[in-house]
């Protein structure tokens, strides 16, 4: 997607002269500053998935199978399984939730189970199995995009040129993502074709994916958008202001029970009291068909409490801080996602298209279920 009208995918490759870099964007300083950082280790990149200088499902996975590539490089000939095996279960302990970073992960163990091949081989399969997991994401999500902007087109000849208001809760645009994004997706191709939209940005606390991530990518493409504190959803569904809300997933069951950032099953809620509908738009490596009971199941990550008593931004000086909200004696706690069971889910938007949060709809679509193979 777009930044200052240049387009830009959130991770790519810089080879050259004999050095690899997998360049991303920081999204821990943004939307105040715009920089790109250079990750050149296994330990690089495991600090930049478990410190949220990335961060969303899609790119999680994407840069967990960057990392794998240089785990190649990293890797001794003699001990190349062992030691991609240890580099991978790194990867996988920096975050639990989102599943598309064990698929990865696995994906390219599976891709380099090469018996008999060289390491320039084993290497040159690390690159472009990671090279295709990095595009399909980005497919994925234009495809979701596409399924998506259906629904909101027949919203939209309901309202006699209105804008449709779409709430969304934390950030599945394109930088939770290699491009396009999930939820964001079908907003953007919406918006591409005339139809008029506009999006209520949840602010999302504590660590403000929305204020800081959402809103800036929303007014980088030119989308009209508002940012509101967390609570004021149920308010704006009351009033008849939110026409269908659309949120992302970290982590979706076979029976369509969705782990997705904190206080999305809030939203679900107020949704369902006030007959909005509320779709979550995943691509197909955040499916995790081993699980059934998402409630029960799905691991829910607890971040530090320091993300709930610390609250950071740019001063009217330009400098950004970080500042204590509560009184020095408080202790608090993060859990960083919670779960929404499928009951209260309109459908799921997938890039192989639209269906029931369920079992049977979403068998109907992934009759393959865990053999799952897509990019
Ligand atoms: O903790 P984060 O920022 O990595 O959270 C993940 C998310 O961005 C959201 O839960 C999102 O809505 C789903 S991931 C596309």
Redesign the pocket.
């Known amino acids: 997607m777009k930044v200052n009208g240049r387009h830009f995918r959130t991770i790519w490759l810089k080879e050259g002269a004999g050095k690899r870099a997998v360049q991303i964007i920081n999204q821990q300083i943004l939307p105040h500053q715009f920089e790109i950082l250079d990750l050149c280790t296994v330990a690089d990149i495991v600090r930049a998935i478990k410190d949220?200088y990335v961060?969303?499902?899609?790119l999680?996975g994407a840069t967990a199978a960057y990392g794998m590539y240089l785990a190649a490089y990293e890797a001794g000939e003699k001990a190349f399984r062992a030691d991609i095996e240890n580099s991978a279960r790194l990867l996988k302990a920096t975050r639990p939730t989102?599943s598309n970073l064990a698929w990865a992960v696995d994906a390219m163990l599976t891709a380099l189970d090469l018996p008999g091949a060289g390491l320039a081989e084993k290497r040159k399969t690390a690159l472009e199995t990671a090279e295709k997991i990095a595009d399909s994401d980005a497919e994925c999500c234009r495809r979701i995009g596409e399924h998506g902007r259906g629904i909101i087109e027949k919203i939209a000849e309901k309202k006699n040129g209105e804008a449709v208001n779409i709430l969304t809760?934390?950030?599945?645009g394109w930088l939770?993502?290699v491009d396009y994004g999930?939820?964001l997706s079908p907003v953007y191709a919406a918006f591409e074709r005339n139809i008029p939209v506009h999006v209520w940005v949840d602010e999302t606390r504590p660590?403000n994916?929305g204020a800081s991530l959402t809103a800036w990518e929303l007014a980088e493409q030119g989308v009209p958008h508002d940012l509101i504190p967390d609570n004021a959803g149920g308010h704006l569904m009351q009033h008849g202001m939110v026409d269908m809300v659309i949120?992302?997933?970290?982590r979706v069951t076979r029976r369509g029970d969705a782990a997705?950032?904190i206080g999305t099953y809030l939203k679900a809620l107020a949704a369902r009291e006030n007959n909005v509908p509320f779709y979550v738009a995943l691509p197909s490596s955040t499916f995790d068909f081993t699980m059934l009971d998402g409630v029960a199941e799905i691991p829910i990550e607890e971040r530090d409490a320091g993300e709930v008593r610390f609250i950071s931004g740019k001063t009217s000086g330009g400098a950004i801080e970080t500042v204590q909200i509560c009184p020095d004696k408080s202790p608090a706690r993060n859990w960083?996602?919670d779960v929404t069971p499928a009951r209260y889910i309109m459908a799921l938007i997938s890039e192989r298209g639209i269906c029931e949060a369920s079992e049977e709809g979403i068998g109907a679509l992934y009759s393959e279920g865990n053999s799952l193979n897509f990019f």
């Open positions: 949220m961060r969303g499902a899609g999680i989102a809760h934390c950030n599945a939770a993502f999930s939820a660590r994916q949120t992302g997933a970290d997705n950032k960083g996602f």
